[in-house]
């Protein structure tokens, strides 16, 4: 008796594109990364969260090192279908005063992570000048430039709003290209400490590829030279 061998299936539909990430999903994403990453290297690292819409919204107000809150105040985080006019800083900033002001009596540093994404609303604020107790850095997710928007205002008037209230050193990071990637990279370089890390003049974080081979060639060729005597 003989057998046919059974035939090969065809082939079926390849995969197909890729879903499209959106902005919020990514910094959603991007979010939850910093919380685990941090709380890693330290598991007393505390977190609180909040919104700016015409307000500043607390939506995680009680500082806690508990993953489940922290995800789930992440998570409950959305995208306004409104545009707004204004974008006040002054109110985050005197919750942070006042949060800096307790962390201090405690030991501890306080850190204002702001996510920007308003291309075409310039923040502005009305905080004077004070003690400078907490820092601040700003990552600014932006549109290309349009007649209807210019990032280069907004990222000017954060730029001003970091010097004037940033303790220690503040990183401002930007993107206008829309992939998630690039989002997590910026949040991977906000997980240093401002106490142990360089200005931000200085920073060369990723390396670029090329400029690491040739790094390493010109190693290699200095090590390959003949010595005369």
């Not at 197909?16 to 290297?41: C, E, I, N, W």
């Not at 977190?47 to 922290?70: L, N, P, Q, R, Y």
């Amino acid at each position: 008796m003989a057998t046919d061998p059974t035939p090969p299936a065809a082939p079926g539909p390849g995969p197909g594109p890729r879903p499209v990430v959106r902005r919020m999903d990514a910094v959603r994403q991007a979010l939850l990364l910093f919380v685990h990453s941090k709380l890693t290297m330290c598991p007393d690292h505390r977190f609180a969260f909040a919104s700016i819409g015409e307000t500043v919204s607390m939506i995680k107000k009680d500082f806690s090192s508990d993953v489940g809150s922290a995800m789930e105040a992440i998570h409950s985080l959305s995208a306004s279908e409104s545009r707004y006019a204004t974008a006040d800083l002054t109110q985050l900033f005197k919750i942070a005063y006042h949060e800096g002001k307790i962390a201090e009596s405690q030991g501890r540093l306080l850190r204002v992570v702001l996510i920007y994404c308003r291309s075409s609303t310039k923040p502005h604020h009305q905080w004077p000048v004070k003690p400078k107790n907490f820092t601040l850095d700003i990552i600014y997710l932006h549109d290309k430039p349009t007649a209807d928007n210019c990032p280069q205002k907004v990222y000017d008037a954060l730029v001003d709003a970091l010097e004037h209230v940033s303790q220690y050193e503040g990183y401002i990071l930007e993107t206008g290209q829309g992939l998630a990637r690039v989002l997590f990279r910026l949040m991977c370089i906000l997980l240093s400490h401002p106490l142990q890390r360089c200005i931000q003049d200085d920073l060369d974080i990723p390396k670029q590829v090329a400029k690491k081979t040739l790094a390493v060639e010109a190693a290699q060729n200095e090590d390959g030279t003949p010595v005369s005597s």
